[in-house]
Structures are given as structure tokens and as C-alpha cells.
Nanobody
């Protein structure tokens, strides 16, 4: 089975930075897109960023634009989320996801329903 493993979460002061990693494994696995979501206590799961492999396009929710960057390492089958200028409101469990269905090179992959595999999450806590 395909496995997604997140890492890199932790406690950081406001204004600091973290890099999250999501490594995908599976001998026959191939994804069209990978994304990051987050969920704060008592809140709905929120789209953060995505990478569409077929179009090499990235997408971000408005609240993280200019602060977060999603990238990938093809050889390592890994996506990263570089988070800068962190704010307390960024505190959440961050999940990575992989989509194996092709919705087109320009699809933003912002909805959880388009993803097929999910990691277990990594906690990010930003203190004021």
C-alpha cells in the first residue's frame, strides 16, 4: 500500500520558519498531484497548498500566499512545505495528500475529495 509520511513539525515562535516534508512510498505509486491541508482544533480541514505534477503548477490558499512555498523532489518522491513568517493562527495539524486521478494539468487540487492517500499529520505550533 502507498504510504505518506509527514515530518518537520514542531514548536516555533511567531515570525519563525519550518519546513515540512511528505515522503511517498509504494512500488507502483504515481501521483498527479500532492497537497497540504491543515486542521486546527474545532475547525474544518483547510486547504493550504498543492502541486500539480502534470502542469508543474502550485496553488495556495490566500492566508499563506507569500509566506508558504510548496516544492517537490522527484527523485525522492517527496513534497515540501516551506513555511516562513509563521503566525499563531498557522497552528494546526498539517496533512499531506496524494492524488492519483488526473483532473487536468490546470486543476488546483484544492478539495480533499480529489485526493486518494493521506498522511497521518504533523503538529505545527506557533507561539506568540
Amino acid at each position: 500500500q502507498v504510504q505518506l509520511v509527514e515530518s518537520g513539525g514542531g514548536l516555533v515562535q511567531a515570525g519563525g520558519s519550518l519546513r515540512l516534508s511528505c515522503a511517498a512510498s509504494g512500488r507502483t505509486f504515481s501521483a498527479y498531484a500532492m497537497g497540504w491541508f491543515r486542521q486546527a482544533p474545532g475547525k474544518e480541514r483547510e486547504f493550504v497548498a498543492s502541486f500539480n505534477w502534470s502542469g508543474s503548477n502550485t496553488y495556495y490558499t490566500d492566508s499563506v500566499k507569500g509566506r508558504f512555498t510548496i516544492s517537490r523532489d522527484i527523485a525522492k518522491n517527496t513534497v515540501y512545505l516551506h513555511m516562513n513568517s509563521l503566525k499563531p493562527e498557522d497552528t494546526a495539524v498539517y496533512y499531506c495528500a496524494a492524488g492519483i486521478k488526473n483532473y487536468g494539468s490546470n486543476n488546483h487540487y484544492t478539495h480533499p475529495s480529489v485526493y486518494d492517500y493521506w498522511g497521518q499529520g504533523t503538529q505545527v505550533t506557533v507561539s506568540s
